[in-house]
């Protein structure tokens, strides 16, 4: 099975921070990688697809990249509202398995 | 607008059964692969199961293999997931999750609310 390793685990950061969380994959998933977003008692909310693509109605300070092995979720400036959890899939295969989840704090 | 509306979570002995339900609309739910993806408390994402849009393909991940099963009704616009021999370590929210195409090599772009599901000891 396909791992995926998201790091930092937590993130303390201010208002205007570039916050940038990494998803690493146990092997070649060429750009079959989402990013998600979740606030607490929420469903999870689609960020990212194929690594770079911006989901329906994302602002335009997220941004992801990567292939291969490694990705990167960028926000670019953070806002009030991005105070929360960041989740990476990969769907390479048949088990879309999630990293273990980032939470963005206030610092 | 797609909606998906979890139900049938509850507090369920170890051991015991339970089925989860997932009504959909707002879509032509035969041509998208559903998936069931869970979150134990205080914990990450857990994708558990998906089904191909015609329900002919299915995968489990390997902590419910053999005791879960999902199914669907593409004429009721359902998605379920049957539940048995339940630990203590399932508790958890279970989200309804919308794929983007047949297939199960898919990411999820709609959810539902979330069904509690709590298993006790």
């Known amino acids: 099975d396909i791992q995926v390793t998201q790091s930092p685990s937590t993130l303390s950061a201010s208002v205007g921070d570039r916050v940038t969380i990494t998803c690493r994959a146990s092997?070649?998933?060429?750009?079959?990688v989402a990013w998600y977003q979740q606030k607490p008692g929420k469903a999870p909310k689609l960020l990212i697809y194929k690594a770079s693509n911006l989901g329906s109605g994302v602002p335009s300070r997220f941004s992801g990249s990567g292939s291969g092995t490694e990705f990167t979720l960028t926000i670019s400036s953070l806002q009030p509202d991005d105070f929360a959890t960041y989740s990476c899939q990969h769907y390479y295969d048949y088990s879309p398995t999630f990293g273990q989840g980032t939470k963005v704090e206030v610092k | 607008e797609v909606q998906l509306l979890e139900s049938g979570g509850t507090l369920v002995q170890s051991g015991g059964s339970l089925t989860l339900s997932c009504e959909a609309s707002g879509f032509t739910f035969s041509l998208y692969a559903m998936g069931w993806v869970r979150q134990a408390p205080g914990r990450g994402l857990e994708w558990i199961s998906n089904?191909?849009?015609?329900?002919?393909?299915?995968n489990y991940a390997d902590s419910v293999k053999g005791r879960f099963t999902i199914s669907r009704d593409n004429s009721k616009n359902t998605l379920s997931l049957q539940m048995n021999s339940l630990k203590v370590e399932d508790t958890a929210v279970y989200y309804c999750a919308k794929g983007v195409k047949q297939w199960l090599d898919t990411y999820f772009d709609s959810w539902g609310q979330g069904t509690q599901v709590t298993v006790s000891s």
């Open positions: 089904i191909y849009g015609s329900g002919s393909t299915t």
């Open positions: 092997q070649n998933i060429y750009s079959w």
